[in-house]
């Protein structure tokens, strides 16, 4: 019975030697396809790969927004930006060529007031741009 049990022993010892990562390398032959985790032992569970799986994903998709905003977002920014400057200008040579403001027609619809304003005179909104707006008091 003796003998049984240390050859039982040293079995066990050379399998677990065998399965160390120095001696099993050179054995061991690896596929492409096949995906280690990482974890060994009581760390390779189903929470811990699920773990890493979460953390792999939000590494990769945090590096497709980080490219998005850089690549994509700023040049739009830019464009944009440029179109917006060329509408505004073509809005005020628009402006250049109508009448003066004075000469404009008041609709009855505009400028109504029923009671003054308490800042200023009285006549112009708190949004007031004489540049814009014009009010004859007289007609």
Known sequence: MFPQRTMLRASQRFSSQLRSPAVRTPFQRRFASTESSGFVGAEDNAFNRERKAVKDHAAATSDLWRKLSIYVTI?????????????????????????????????????????????????????????????????
């Open 75 to 139: 040049p739009c920014l830019i464009i944009a930006g440029v179109n917006a400057y060329n509408l505004w200008n073509e809005h005020w040579s628009h402006w250049a060529h109508m009448e003066p403001l004075e000469e404009r027609p008041e609709y009855p619809y505009q400028n109504i007031r029923t009671k003054n304003f308490f800042w200023g005179d009285g006549d112009k909104t708190l949004f007031w741009n004489d540049k814009v707006n014009h009010h004859k008091k007289d007609e």
